[in-house]
């Protein structure tokens, strides 16, 4: 099951990755074209619209795979100095906290989503549906709920690595 967990996350990394491309594009179009409005150019409708949505929809998609790779920020001052049952103590209960937020949190932008989507609310000049970006969000909150269970189970010793993982990238010490 963490093969699929990680190859998910791995996925949305890079779907990630291409919302941000894009995004870079239109504000690179958008930007051109305020330039060159003598020529009849002019920005992209919506530009900082399209770029609040894909930036946060990107954000969801990047972390669980950031968390997999152990690229989250740590305080290692004192981590390294305790013995190890106590850091592996020390990363479950991390674990198993991180868990529960993100499924608080996967939870509140599902209820924002249908409240969103309830009462039609739209960007303002696009006049694009908000709920769409939450539905995205959700999706990668979703792929972090599992990400941080695949990432408990391991530390449980119910479930390993993925065959090849390097287990220094996953911040494991």
């Known amino acids: 099951m963490t093969d699929w967990v990680f190859r998910l ?3 949305s990394a890079l779907t990630g990755g291409l919302v ?5 594009v239109m504000v690179v ?3 051109t074209g305020r330039a060159l409005t003598g020529l009849g150019l002019g920005p992209v409708p919506g530009d900082f619209e399209l770029v609040e949505l894909g930036t946060g929809v990107a954000v969801f998609w990047f972390l669980p795979w950031t968390f997999l790779r ?3 920020a740590t305080v290692d001052l004192l981590y390294h100095h305790l013995p190890r049952a106590v850091q592996h103590v020390l990363t479950l209960v991390c674990d198993v906290l991180m868990l529960l937020l993100w499924a608080v949190l996967t939870w509140r932008l599902w209820d924002g989503m249908l409240e969103k989507r309830e009462y ?8 694009l549906p908000v709920w769409w970006a939450y539905a995205a969000c959700v999706v990668g909150a979703a792929i972090g709920c599992l990400a941080y269970a695949a990432k408990v189970a391991i530390d449980l010793g119910l479930a390993r690595y993925p065959q090849g993982w390097p287990v220094a990238s996953a911040g494991v010490h």
Not at 20 to 24: D, E, F, G, M
Not at 120 to 127: A, K, N, R
């Open 120 to 127: 039609l609310e739209t960007t303002f000049i696009l006049q």
């Open 20 to 24: 941000l491309v894009a995004i870079t």
């Open 70 to 72: 152990g690229g989250h």
């Open 29 to 31: 179009i958008s930007v």
């Open 9 to 11: 996350a791995r996925w």
